[in-house]
């Protein structure tokens, strides 16, 4: 019985309906004219829409002009203050809403606290408020001057692998004479003895050694404690490979084992920590160890390329050549090999061989003496 009078409803009824609901009107009404006094004053109404937030100070403008105006009229100063500060504050009042309406879209929240910002600030200073909302809009402008200035690009650097630095540092001849001098002072060999403590040691070694003689027992100390210091640390690692060598069961775990032991005993000759039949035990263990770790995984270039190194440094070039060749067909990146095939070539005595194998490099490598002799052979 109630929905008959709902159907059946005129105009009228529906739009009383609406406005009880809350329902927006229809989007084909007229939109709204504006403010009331839009219609009365259409070219005031004009020069604030040019005008934009800005205008909307206007209000407080006047009326702070107007407290301007009571405070310097031509009447008792008792009767003046009074009138002043109503005026002052309601020109303050008026700028809260102003003041929040002129700073940009992301700069609005919280909305109260900045309109009574607005407000407190044209209270104690007048017009504040309104040169910081100008002062902010110059900011914003200059900002995307800058934004839009034309930028330059570089190149990208280049990423050098190799720690020139410290090849430059023992190449220092004032460094090496200073180190090999009697004449100069203890304390200064010391001090530049102690600077390359933390430079590898298959550069520093041949100072090392020569200082090993020198007539200052401090210096001779100094430099074996160095040395032997180097030493020890590979040769605990080895000594700790070793014991787990012995209780490991897995295949992976048995060769990870052997290999870390072939680059072990390989570290000591490469960092020249030893010398002599030293140096030729610690080759002959690498060489072991690679190969048994290629018995239980023969397709591991990076050993394969362990081999080689060992193998040049036995003079077993035979061998070497062989696992050249088993190193790139198992992955090893051709680039890498091309210096040690130039090295065997050059141990046989096969210059052209050489020269074809530096040709197969467009470019100098990054190591200072590698690209010299890249240099020599390809005349680039």
Same mark, same amino acid.
């Given at each position: ?7 059946? =409803? ?7 309906? /609406?406005?009880?609901?809350?329902? @927006?009107?229809?989007? *084909? ?40 105006? !009571? ?18 504050? =309601? ?30 600030? $044209? ?8 040169? %910081? ?14 934004? =839009?200035?034309?930028?330059?690009? #570089?190149?990208?650097?280049?990423? /050098? ?10 190449? $220092? ?7 090999? *001098?009697?004449? !100069? ?5 010391? !001090? @530049? ?14 100072? %090392?050694? &020569? ?7 401090d210096i001779r100390l100094l430099a074996y404690g160095m040395l032997d210091g180097r030493e020890k640390a590979i040769s605990q690692r080895i000594f700790a490979e070793e014991a787990q060598l012995q209780h490991a069961d897995e ?23 030893? *010398? ?11 060489? /072991?160890?690679?190969?048994? &770790? +290629?018995?239980?995984?023969? @397709? ?7 081999? #080689?190194? #060992?193998?040049?440094? +036995? ?27 130039? /090295?065997? &070539? ?6 052209? *061989?050489?020269? =074809? ?12 003496? +590698? ?10």
């Open positions: 019985m109630s929905a008959e009078p709902a159907i059946h =409803a005129g105009p009228a009824d529906a739009a009383e309906s /609406e406005a009880r609901t809350g329902i @927006d009107p229809p989007p *084909d009404r007229a939109p709204d004219a504006g403010p009331p006094w839009a219609a009365r004053h259409p070219r005031l109404a004009r020069v604030l829409a040019l005008a934009g937030p800005p205008a909307s100070f206007l209000p407080a403008l006047l009326l702070e002009a107007q407290a301007l105006a !009571t405070l310097l009229a031509a009447e008792p100063e008792s009767s003046r203050i009074g009138p002043f500060v109503g005026w002052h504050l =309601a020109a303050s009042l008026a700028c809260g809403w102003p003041f929040w309406r002129c700073l940009p879209q992301e700069m609005r929240e919280p909305r109260r606290p900045l309109m009574a910002l607005g407000v407190l600030a $044209n209270t104690f200073v007048p017009l504040l408020s309104a040169g %910081m909302v100008l002062a902010l809009r110059i900011g914003l402008q200059l900002r995307r001057i800058a934004r =839009a200035l034309p930028f330059a690009t #570089v190149p990208q650097p280049e990423f /050098e692998l190799h720690r020139k630095g410290e090849v430059s540092q023992m190449r $220092n001849s004032r460094l090496r004479s200073r180190l090999m *001098d009697p004449s !100069t002072p203890m304390a200064d060999r010391v !001090t @530049d003895l102690l600077s390359i403590q933390d430079v590898p040691s298959r550069i520093t070694a041949d100072i %090392m050694r &020569a200082l090993l003689a020198d007539r200052v027992e295949h992976d775990r048995i060769f990870g084992a052997h290999k870390r032991l072939a680059e072990l005993y390989w570290e000591l000759v490469f960092q020249r920590l030893v *010398d002599g039949d030293m140096r030729t035990h610690a080759c002959r263990q690498a060489r /072991e160890q690679a190969e048994r &770790a +290629l018995v239980l995984r023969a @397709d591991d270039a990076g050993v394969w390329f362990l081999l #080689v190194r #060992v193998l040049h440094t +036995l003079k077993d070039f035979e061998g070497g050549k062989q696992a050249l060749v088993m190193a790139e067909q198992h992955g090893f990146p051709r680039d890498r090999l091309v210096p040690w095939i130039a /090295e065997y &070539a050059f141990a046989e005595r096969r210059f052209g *061989d050489v020269r =074809a194998a530096f040709a197969e490099l467009p470019v100098a490598p990054g190591a200072m003496q +590698l690209a010299a002799a890249w240099h020599y052979w390809t005349g680039r």
